[in-house]
Protein backbone atom coordinates (compact mmCIF):
# COMPACT_ATOMS: atom_id res chain seq x y z
CA UNK A 1 0.00 0.00 0.00
CA UNK A 2 1.45 3.51 -0.92
CA UNK A 3 2.21 5.72 1.84
CA UNK A 4 2.88 9.64 1.75
CA UNK A 5 6.42 10.52 3.17
CA UNK A 6 4.29 11.89 6.51
CA UNK A 7 2.58 8.54 6.86
CA UNK A 8 6.11 6.72 5.79
CA UNK A 9 7.10 9.21 9.05
CA UNK A 10 4.37 8.06 11.36
CA UNK A 11 5.45 4.43 10.89
CA UNK A 12 8.92 5.46 12.38
CA UNK A 13 8.14 6.99 15.72
CA UNK A 14 7.82 3.75 17.66
CA UNK A 15 5.23 4.79 20.21
CA UNK A 16 1.48 4.76 20.27
CA UNK A 17 0.97 6.46 16.80
CA UNK A 18 3.18 4.02 14.50
CA UNK A 19 1.21 1.15 16.56
CA UNK A 20 -2.11 2.20 15.15
CA UNK A 21 0.04 3.13 11.75
CA UNK A 22 0.77 -0.56 11.60
CA UNK A 23 -2.53 -1.36 12.28
CA UNK A 24 -3.91 0.45 9.36
CA UNK A 25 -1.11 -0.56 6.97
CA UNK A 26 -1.18 -4.50 7.94
CA UNK A 27 -5.20 -4.20 7.12
CA UNK A 28 -4.30 -2.38 3.80
CA UNK A 29 -1.64 -5.09 2.70
CA UNK A 30 -4.20 -7.84 3.86
CA UNK A 31 -7.52 -6.01 1.50
CA UNK A 32 -5.00 -4.78 -0.94
CA UNK A 33 -5.27 -1.07 -0.20
CA UNK A 34 -3.90 1.56 -3.02
CA UNK A 35 -3.44 3.92 -0.07
CA UNK A 36 -5.11 5.42 2.87
CA UNK A 37 -7.66 7.67 2.65
CA UNK A 38 -9.24 10.55 4.69
CA UNK A 39 -12.20 10.02 7.10
CA UNK A 40 -14.40 12.01 8.63
CA UNK A 41 -15.79 9.85 12.02
CA UNK A 42 -14.64 7.42 13.69
CA UNK A 43 -16.87 4.78 15.90
CA UNK A 44 -14.79 2.65 18.50
CA UNK A 45 -17.05 -0.69 19.91
CA UNK A 46 -15.51 -2.84 22.49
CA UNK A 47 -16.05 -0.08 25.25
CA UNK A 48 -17.59 -2.40 28.13
CA UNK A 49 -15.21 -3.74 30.48
CA UNK A 50 -17.02 -7.08 30.51
CA UNK A 51 -16.39 -7.17 27.02
CA UNK A 52 -12.27 -6.21 27.14
CA UNK A 53 -11.30 -6.83 30.88
CA UNK A 54 -8.11 -5.70 32.45
CA UNK A 55 -5.83 -6.66 29.07
CA UNK A 56 -7.56 -4.47 26.54
CA UNK A 57 -7.51 -1.61 29.08
CA UNK A 58 -4.24 -1.82 29.84
CA UNK A 59 -2.99 -2.06 26.12
CA UNK A 60 -5.73 1.01 25.53
CA UNK A 61 -3.53 2.54 28.51
CA UNK A 62 -0.25 2.00 27.13
CA UNK A 63 -1.31 3.40 23.78
CA UNK A 64 -0.76 6.84 25.40
CA UNK A 65 -2.34 8.41 21.69
CA UNK A 66 -5.00 11.31 20.97
CA UNK A 67 -7.69 10.89 18.22
CA UNK A 68 -7.12 13.22 15.68
CA UNK A 69 -10.74 13.00 13.82
CA UNK A 70 -14.69 13.11 15.72
CA UNK A 71 -14.83 9.50 17.77
CA UNK A 72 -17.87 8.44 19.20
CA UNK A 73 -18.05 5.23 21.19
CA UNK A 74 -20.40 1.92 21.44
CA UNK A 75 -22.28 1.57 24.94
CA UNK A 76 -20.40 0.50 27.88
CA UNK A 77 -21.18 -2.29 30.48
CA UNK A 78 -23.20 0.00 32.79
CA UNK A 79 -26.11 3.03 33.24
CA UNK A 80 -23.28 5.53 34.55
CA UNK A 81 -25.74 6.90 37.16
CA UNK A 82 -28.19 3.90 37.98
CA UNK A 83 -25.81 1.28 37.84
CA UNK A 84 -26.17 -0.25 41.23
CA UNK A 85 -29.84 -0.73 40.20
CA UNK A 86 -28.56 -2.69 37.29
CA UNK A 87 -27.29 -4.75 40.35
CA UNK A 88 -23.76 -4.11 38.65
CA UNK A 89 -21.16 -4.47 41.31
CA UNK A 90 -18.87 -1.44 42.73
CA UNK A 91 -15.37 -3.38 41.33
CA UNK A 92 -17.29 -3.42 38.03
CA UNK A 93 -18.25 -0.09 38.42
CA UNK A 94 -14.91 1.53 38.94
CA UNK A 95 -12.79 -0.44 36.11
CA UNK A 96 -15.83 0.75 33.73
CA UNK A 97 -15.04 3.95 34.69
CA UNK A 98 -11.06 3.94 34.12
CA UNK A 99 -11.47 2.47 31.05
CA UNK A 100 -13.90 5.23 30.06
CA UNK A 101 -11.51 7.67 31.66
CA UNK A 102 -9.18 6.54 29.08
CA UNK A 103 -11.29 7.14 25.91
CA UNK A 104 -11.90 10.36 27.38
CA UNK A 105 -7.97 11.48 27.53
CA UNK A 106 -8.02 9.93 24.02
CA UNK A 107 -10.61 12.56 23.01
CA UNK A 108 -13.27 10.25 22.69
CA UNK A 109 -16.86 11.63 23.11
CA UNK A 110 -18.54 9.50 25.71
CA UNK A 111 -21.39 8.71 23.64
CA UNK A 112 -21.77 5.27 24.63
CA UNK A 113 -24.76 4.05 22.07
CA UNK A 114 -24.43 1.81 19.30
CA UNK A 115 -26.46 4.44 17.26
CA UNK A 116 -24.12 7.34 16.70
CA UNK A 117 -26.14 8.20 13.28
CA UNK A 118 -29.14 10.14 15.85
CA UNK A 119 -26.12 12.12 17.29
CA UNK A 120 -24.12 12.85 13.85
CA UNK A 121 -25.78 12.18 10.73
CA UNK A 122 -22.86 11.50 8.25
CA UNK A 123 -23.87 12.41 4.35
CA UNK A 124 -24.20 10.26 1.55
CA UNK A 125 -20.62 9.44 0.39
CA UNK A 126 -18.73 9.88 3.53
CA UNK A 127 -15.66 7.58 4.18
CA UNK A 128 -16.20 7.12 8.31
CA UNK A 129 -14.12 4.25 10.13
CA UNK A 130 -16.71 2.67 12.39
CA UNK A 131 -16.98 -0.46 14.36
CA UNK A 132 -20.36 -2.02 15.72
CA UNK A 133 -21.70 -3.77 13.39
CA UNK A 134 -26.00 -2.28 13.28
CA UNK A 135 -24.27 1.04 12.99
CA UNK A 136 -21.80 0.19 10.36
CA UNK A 137 -24.95 -1.56 8.07
CA UNK A 138 -27.21 1.53 8.45
CA UNK A 139 -24.60 3.96 7.92
CA UNK A 140 -23.80 2.60 4.79
CA UNK A 141 -27.22 1.21 3.43
CA UNK A 142 -29.57 3.61 4.87
CA UNK A 143 -27.21 6.87 4.86
CA UNK A 144 -25.48 5.66 1.96
CA UNK A 145 -22.19 6.60 3.82
CA UNK A 146 -19.15 4.46 3.03
CA UNK A 147 -17.34 2.73 6.03
CA UNK A 148 -15.76 -0.63 5.68
CA UNK A 149 -16.94 -3.39 8.85
CA UNK A 150 -14.76 -2.15 10.96
CA UNK A 151 -13.03 -4.03 14.50
CA UNK A 152 -12.75 -1.84 17.81
CA UNK A 153 -9.03 -2.00 17.24
CA UNK A 154 -8.54 -0.68 13.55
CA UNK A 155 -11.45 1.82 14.10
CA UNK A 156 -9.24 3.28 17.23
CA UNK A 157 -6.49 3.49 15.17
CA UNK A 158 -8.05 5.26 12.64
CA UNK A 159 -9.56 7.43 14.93
CA UNK A 160 -6.05 8.39 15.97
CA UNK A 161 -4.60 8.46 12.21
CA UNK A 162 -7.53 10.19 10.71
CA UNK A 163 -7.38 7.72 7.79
CA UNK A 164 -8.56 4.46 6.90
CA UNK A 165 -7.28 1.71 3.60
CA UNK A 166 -9.02 2.58 0.72
CA UNK A 167 -10.71 -1.03 0.09
CA UNK A 168 -14.27 -2.74 0.41
CA UNK A 169 -17.17 -0.64 0.79
CA UNK A 170 -15.18 2.86 0.46
CA UNK A 171 -14.97 1.68 -3.47
CA UNK A 172 -18.50 2.35 -5.06
CA UNK A 173 -18.46 -0.83 -7.35
CA UNK A 174 -17.80 -2.89 -4.15
CA UNK A 175 -21.11 -1.75 -2.87
CA UNK A 176 -23.27 -3.51 -5.86
CA UNK A 177 -26.02 -6.18 -4.69
CA UNK A 178 -25.83 -9.65 -6.11
CA UNK A 179 -28.53 -10.94 -5.11
CA UNK A 180 -32.66 -10.09 -4.99
CA UNK A 181 -34.41 -10.90 -2.05
CA UNK A 182 -38.28 -10.62 -3.04
CA UNK A 183 -40.11 -10.27 0.58
CA UNK A 184 -44.01 -11.90 0.50
CA UNK A 185 -44.98 -11.61 3.91
CA UNK A 186 -45.65 -9.71 6.59
CA UNK A 187 -42.44 -10.41 8.20
CA UNK A 188 -40.66 -8.51 10.95
CA UNK A 189 -37.90 -6.77 9.50
CA UNK A 190 -35.27 -7.91 12.12
CA UNK A 191 -36.28 -11.18 12.11
CA UNK A 192 -36.20 -10.90 8.42
CA UNK A 193 -32.55 -9.95 9.22
CA UNK A 194 -32.16 -12.38 11.76
CA UNK A 195 -32.92 -15.21 9.35
CA UNK A 196 -31.18 -14.04 6.37
CA UNK A 197 -28.08 -12.81 7.28
CA UNK A 198 -27.15 -16.46 7.31
CA UNK A 199 -28.94 -17.75 4.51
CA UNK A 200 -26.61 -15.84 1.61
CA UNK A 201 -23.65 -14.64 0.81
CA UNK A 202 -23.30 -11.28 -0.77
CA UNK A 203 -24.96 -8.19 -0.72
CA UNK A 204 -28.49 -8.56 -1.05
CA UNK A 205 -31.27 -5.77 -2.50
CA UNK A 206 -34.69 -6.47 -1.08
CA UNK A 207 -37.99 -5.79 -3.09
CA UNK A 208 -41.18 -5.06 -0.22
CA UNK A 209 -44.76 -4.88 -0.89
CA UNK A 210 -44.76 -2.00 1.85
CA UNK A 211 -42.66 1.25 2.61
CA UNK A 212 -40.03 0.35 5.68
CA UNK A 213 -39.33 3.13 8.30
CA UNK A 214 -36.30 4.02 8.84
CA UNK A 215 -36.62 1.88 12.15
CA UNK A 216 -37.66 -1.12 9.74
CA UNK A 217 -34.24 -0.52 7.87
CA UNK A 218 -32.06 -0.40 11.10
CA UNK A 219 -33.75 -3.29 12.53
CA UNK A 220 -33.41 -5.12 9.30
CA UNK A 221 -29.68 -4.08 9.24
CA UNK A 222 -28.90 -4.96 12.72
CA UNK A 223 -30.29 -8.58 11.95
CA UNK A 224 -28.78 -9.12 9.00
CA UNK A 225 -24.95 -8.05 10.61
CA UNK A 226 -25.76 -10.38 13.60
CA UNK A 227 -26.18 -13.90 11.42
CA UNK A 228 -23.87 -12.68 8.75
CA UNK A 229 -21.48 -11.02 6.96
CA UNK A 230 -23.28 -8.42 5.54
CA UNK A 231 -22.27 -4.49 6.03
CA UNK A 232 -24.42 -2.92 3.48
CA UNK A 233 -28.11 -3.99 1.99
CA UNK A 234 -30.22 -2.10 -0.53
CA UNK A 235 -34.20 -1.82 -0.84
CA UNK A 236 -35.47 -1.18 -4.04
CA UNK A 237 -37.37 2.58 -3.66
CA UNK A 238 -36.44 3.29 -0.80
CA UNK A 239 -32.46 2.80 0.07
CA UNK A 240 -30.41 5.63 -1.21
CA UNK A 241 -28.29 3.21 -3.42
CA UNK A 242 -30.54 0.80 -4.59
CA UNK A 243 -31.04 2.56 -8.39
CA UNK A 244 -27.07 2.75 -8.68
CA UNK A 245 -26.86 -0.65 -10.09
CA UNK A 246 -28.04 -3.82 -12.15
CA UNK A 247 -30.76 -5.34 -10.14
CA UNK A 248 -28.59 -9.08 -9.86
CA UNK A 249 -30.80 -12.10 -11.30
CA UNK A 250 -29.85 -14.51 -8.25
CA UNK A 251 -32.55 -14.55 -6.72
CA UNK A 252 -34.61 -15.87 -2.99
CA UNK A 253 -38.56 -15.53 -2.41
CA UNK A 254 -39.28 -15.24 1.33
CA UNK A 255 -43.27 -16.11 2.37
CA UNK A 256 -42.93 -16.99 6.02
CA UNK A 257 -40.78 -16.84 8.88
CA UNK A 258 -40.05 -19.76 11.08
CA UNK A 259 -38.85 -19.24 14.95
CA UNK A 260 -39.09 -21.66 17.63
CA UNK A 261 -37.99 -19.82 21.10
CA UNK A 262 -39.55 -21.03 24.13
CA UNK A 263 -39.21 -19.78 27.64
CA UNK A 264 -40.94 -17.93 30.23
CA UNK A 265 -39.69 -14.38 30.66
CA UNK A 266 -38.15 -13.09 33.29
CA UNK A 267 -37.25 -9.67 31.35
CA UNK A 268 -38.32 -8.25 29.06
CA UNK A 269 -36.09 -5.80 26.96
CA UNK A 270 -36.27 -3.33 23.93
CA UNK A 271 -33.73 -1.03 22.51
CA UNK A 272 -30.62 -3.66 20.62
CA UNK A 273 -29.84 -1.61 18.21
CA UNK A 274 -30.71 1.69 21.22
CA UNK A 275 -34.18 2.66 20.58
CA UNK A 276 -34.51 6.19 18.36
CA UNK A 277 -37.70 8.66 19.67
CA UNK A 278 -40.23 7.24 17.29
CA UNK A 279 -39.57 3.76 18.73
CA UNK A 280 -39.56 5.11 22.35
CA UNK A 281 -42.83 7.31 21.62
CA UNK A 282 -44.28 3.58 19.96
CA UNK A 283 -43.96 1.87 23.50
CA UNK A 284 -45.32 4.83 25.11
CA UNK A 285 -48.47 4.69 23.15
CA UNK A 286 -48.63 0.68 23.56
CA UNK A 287 -48.18 1.34 27.52
CA UNK A 288 -51.28 4.05 27.62
CA UNK A 289 -53.53 0.83 26.61
CA UNK A 290 -52.57 -1.05 29.67
CA UNK A 291 -53.74 0.02 33.36
CA UNK A 292 -51.46 0.03 36.04
CA UNK A 293 -47.47 -1.28 36.29
CA UNK A 294 -45.67 -3.45 34.06
CA UNK A 295 -45.67 -6.90 36.28
CA UNK A 296 -41.97 -8.48 35.08
CA UNK A 297 -38.99 -6.80 34.71
CA UNK A 298 -39.00 -4.69 31.59
CA UNK A 299 -35.57 -3.01 30.61
CA UNK A 300 -35.79 -0.16 27.98
CA UNK A 301 -32.26 0.88 25.83
CA UNK A 302 -31.16 4.17 24.31
CA UNK A 303 -28.93 6.88 23.21
CA UNK A 304 -28.43 9.62 25.71
CA UNK A 305 -29.63 11.43 23.64
CA UNK A 306 -32.80 10.16 22.98
CA UNK A 307 -33.59 10.18 26.37
CA UNK A 308 -32.94 13.82 27.18
CA UNK A 309 -35.00 14.37 24.30
CA UNK A 310 -37.88 12.84 25.30
CA UNK A 311 -37.91 13.24 29.22
CA UNK A 312 -41.82 13.59 29.53
CA UNK A 313 -41.84 9.60 27.78
CA UNK A 314 -39.60 8.54 30.09
CA UNK A 315 -41.00 9.69 32.79
CA UNK A 316 -44.13 8.18 32.00
CA UNK A 317 -42.45 5.08 31.17
CA UNK A 318 -40.83 5.20 34.58
CA UNK A 319 -44.39 5.70 36.55
CA UNK A 320 -45.68 2.71 34.73
CA UNK A 321 -42.93 0.76 36.26
CA UNK A 322 -40.61 0.49 33.10
CA UNK A 323 -36.50 1.05 33.25
CA UNK A 324 -35.23 3.44 30.71
CA UNK A 325 -31.19 3.07 30.86
CA UNK A 326 -28.85 4.76 28.81
CA UNK A 327 -25.18 4.14 28.27
CA UNK A 328 -25.77 0.02 28.06
CA UNK A 329 -27.47 -2.96 26.77
CA UNK A 330 -28.69 -6.47 28.29
CA UNK A 331 -26.04 -8.01 25.21
CA UNK A 332 -22.97 -6.08 26.64
CA UNK A 333 -23.33 -5.32 30.53
CA UNK A 334 -22.42 -8.10 33.21
CA UNK A 335 -26.37 -7.08 34.88
CA UNK A 336 -27.85 -9.82 32.40
CA UNK A 337 -26.75 -12.83 34.21
CA UNK A 338 -29.38 -12.15 37.02
CA UNK A 339 -31.80 -13.50 34.13
CA UNK A 340 -32.45 -16.98 33.19
CA UNK A 341 -34.99 -16.08 29.64
CA UNK A 342 -34.88 -13.06 27.81
CA UNK A 343 -37.89 -11.89 25.80
CA UNK A 344 -37.20 -9.36 23.22
CA UNK A 345 -38.29 -8.47 19.75
CA UNK A 346 -34.49 -7.75 18.47
CA UNK A 347 -33.25 -10.12 15.92
CA UNK A 348 -29.88 -9.09 16.67
CA UNK A 349 -30.23 -9.36 20.56
CA UNK A 350 -31.55 -13.26 19.86
CA UNK A 351 -28.25 -14.08 18.37
CA UNK A 352 -26.19 -11.84 21.09
CA UNK A 353 -27.75 -12.76 24.22
CA UNK A 354 -27.11 -16.54 24.26
CA UNK A 355 -23.82 -16.41 22.49
CA UNK A 356 -22.17 -13.73 24.58
CA UNK A 357 -24.44 -13.96 27.87
CA UNK A 358 -25.59 -17.69 28.16
CA UNK A 359 -29.18 -16.37 28.38
CA UNK A 360 -32.51 -17.92 26.95
CA UNK A 361 -34.47 -15.88 24.86
CA UNK A 362 -38.21 -15.90 23.40
CA UNK A 363 -39.28 -13.69 20.19
CA UNK A 364 -41.77 -11.65 20.66
CA UNK A 365 -42.97 -8.54 18.28
CA UNK A 366 -43.09 -5.08 20.00
CA UNK A 367 -46.68 -5.56 20.84
CA UNK A 368 -46.28 -9.09 22.26
CA UNK A 369 -43.31 -7.65 24.75
CA UNK A 370 -45.55 -4.79 25.78
CA UNK A 371 -48.61 -7.34 26.52
CA UNK A 372 -46.09 -9.73 28.33
CA UNK A 373 -45.36 -7.71 30.79
CA UNK A 374 -48.48 -7.07 31.93
CA UNK A 375 -49.27 -10.50 32.55
C1 LIG B 1 -22.48 -7.03 19.65
C2 LIG B 1 -22.10 -5.56 19.54
O1 LIG B 1 -23.17 -4.81 19.10
C3 LIG B 1 -21.76 -5.01 20.90
C4 LIG B 1 -20.71 -5.74 21.62
O2 LIG B 1 -19.50 -5.47 21.04
P1 LIG B 1 -18.41 -4.48 21.63
O3 LIG B 1 -18.11 -4.93 23.06
O4 LIG B 1 -18.95 -3.07 21.61
O5 LIG B 1 -17.28 -4.72 20.68
C5 LIG B 1 -20.90 -5.39 18.60
C6 LIG B 1 -21.24 -5.56 17.14
O6 LIG B 1 -22.27 -6.09 16.75
O7 LIG B 1 -20.37 -5.12 16.36
S1 LIG C 1 -27.89 -2.71 22.01
FE1 LIG C 1 -27.50 -4.30 20.50
S2 LIG C 1 -26.61 -3.18 18.79
FE2 LIG C 1 -26.41 -1.87 20.59
S3 LIG C 1 -24.41 -2.34 21.48
FE3 LIG C 1 -25.88 -3.64 22.48
S4 LIG C 1 -25.81 -5.52 21.28
FE4 LIG C 1 -24.89 -3.94 20.03
Known amino acids: MFLTKEEEKLLERGDGVSKCMEILVALGEIFDAERLIPIKHAHISGVSYQNIGDEGLEWL?????????KTTINPAGMDLDRW?????????ARKQMKLLNIFKEMGAELTLTCTPYYIYRPSIGE????AESSAVIYANSVLGARTNRESGISALASAVIGKT?????????NRAPSILVKVECDCDPSILGYKIGSE???IPIFKFNRKLSDDDLKALGAGLASTGNVAIFHVIDQTPE?????IP??????????LNFDCDPDIITLGCPHLSKEELIKVYNLLKNFSGKVRREFW??????????????????????????????????????????????????LTYLPKLRGVKVLYGTLEDCVRKAFE
Not at 127 to 130: C, T
Not at 309 to 338: H, N, Q, W
Open 61 to 69: RSLNVKFTV
Open 84 to 92: KEMGIDEDF
Open 127 to 130: HLAW
Open 165 to 173: PYYGLHIKE
Open 200 to 202: IEG
Open 242 to 246: WNDFE
Open 249 to 258: SEKIVVDKLE
Open 300 to 349: IFTSRKVYEDLIEVVDYLEMKGVRVFRDTCMVVSPATRRFECVMTNSGKA
